[in-house]
């Protein structure tokens, strides 16, 4: 009922992590571009944290009115559409959305509701995408944003509704057809224009060029990011942060892909080799960049221990990040360290350090990966 009658709305729903949930909205907002709709985003969810944790709006992590200025179109968040205070009354509102993950199989035909509609009392029912619409592989979960926006309009959201069963809502029971005043999907992490490739990682990705590097960092946080760093380096508050190459070594959840083990981890020796590389580079356009910022979700004392003492932290712990701010603001005041550097250092295979590759590259910087599993000796 808050919604302008005479305006079309577009949202979705995210539970990917705090990353890839970072790369759903940038999709969400470059679908909202295509389709000419104003996008709604809710809070970050903390998927990849404790429930405890509860949720982050998007505009405590982005430069929201910057942001609208730049796509040249209003955004809203779900807390100006629906007060989470509602909840306590029990209104529950039924409302009809696409699902994109119905059909594959880990969706098991049912749509991937998540945190958003919880928080905000929306019981969903999903109507899943035509299946021309996706990978034509049951195995692979990625659609095509070019077929997505086509379901803005009248003909083919009427052929694309010919063609599936609306599911009924978990709570009320309701089948509903998809909403054409809010155009909704339960995940957009998947989509993309051009089939067979992750376009996150191509130099061409139109999510990235036309949304993603428009979304800067909201100014408190970048503050307190500031702060962080001119203590970390004891640096005066009148001084500039001097230039330094920013590191993300992300191990700890990537054993599963090595059988449990972390032998086919990227060595010290490449890591080192890598850092060289970048400072060379710098150097070659006029920056010196000593210090070097390394994070990691290593929990191996010994790992750390390894590592040259040139190589600093920020230890969330020592400086009680979690009791200051919450559990959110370790991973996330990470992520802006290392959009930060005037060189990168990444993982290969890992969005956040996808994200602070392409950020640190956006500002002139420049960067490299660390590369694993069966990767050559010589490329090591």
């Known amino acids: 009922d808050n919604l302008k009658p005479d305006k079309q709305y577009i949202t979705g729903w995210l539970s990917s992590g705090w990353t890839n949930d970072v790369m759903t909205y940038t999709n969400l907002l470059f679908l909202s571009l295509l389709t000419e709709r104003i996008p709604v985003l809710g809070p970050f969810v903390p998927s990849h944290l404790s429930p405890s944790a509860g949720y ?16 040249h179109t209003p955004i809203l968040e779900w807390s100006d559409v629906k007060r989470v205070e509602d909840d306590l009354q029990g209104e529950r509102e039924a409302v009809g ?6 059909g594959w199989e880990w969706g098991n035909g049912q749509g991937r509701s998540g945190w958003v509609p919880d928080t905000f009392d929306l019981d969903v029912s999903y109507t899943p995408v035509p299946q021309t619409y996706d990978s034509h592989n049951p195995q692979d979960p990625h659609v095509s944003l070019a077929r997505l926006m086509t379901l803005s309009f009248s003909s083919s959201r009427s052929l694309a509704i010919a063609r599936s069963v609306p599911l009924p809502s978990p709570l009320l029971g309701a089948t509903l057809p998809p909403s054409d005043h809010l155009l909704c999907f339960d995940l957009l992490y998947y989509a993309r224009l051009v089939e067979g490739k992750f376009e996150w990682e191509e130099d061409y990705s139109p999510a990235w060029r036309l949304v993603g590097r428009k979304m800067r960092w909201a100014p408190l946080l970048l503050q307190k990011a500031e702060i962080y760093l001119r203590e970390h380096w004891q640096i005066k508050h ?5 230039p330094y190459i920013s590191v993300h070594m992300r191990r700890a959840d990537f054993r ?3 059988n449990g083990t972390l032998e086919c981890m990227p060595t010290l020796h490449q890591l080192e080799r890598r850092v060289s590389s970048v400072r060379s580079q710098l150097l070659f356009l006029g920056i010196s960049a000593p210090y070097v910022l390394l994070t990691s979700d290593e929990t191996d004392a010994s790992w750390w221990a390894s590592l040259p003492p040139t190589y600093g932290q920020i230890n969330h712990t020592l400086y009680r990040t979690e009791e200051k701010y919450g559990e959110w603001y370790p991973s996330v005041l990470d992520s802006v360290f290392l959009s930060l550097g005037s060189g990168f250092v990444g993982t290969e295979g890992s969005t956040m350090s996808l994200l602070a590759y392409r950020r640190v590259r956006e500002r002139g910087g420049v960067g490299e990966w660390v590369r694993w599993k069966g ?3 010589g490329e090591l």
Do not use: G, K
């Open 97 to 102: 959305c696409w699902s994109t993950w119905a």
């Open 56 to 71: 982050l709006p998007f505009s405590e992590v982005f430069d929201l009115p910057l942001l609208a200025h730049e796509l």
């Open 375 to 377: 990767v050559p000796e």
């Open 238 to 242: 009148s001084d500039p942060i001097p």
């Open 256 to 258: 599963a892909y090595c």
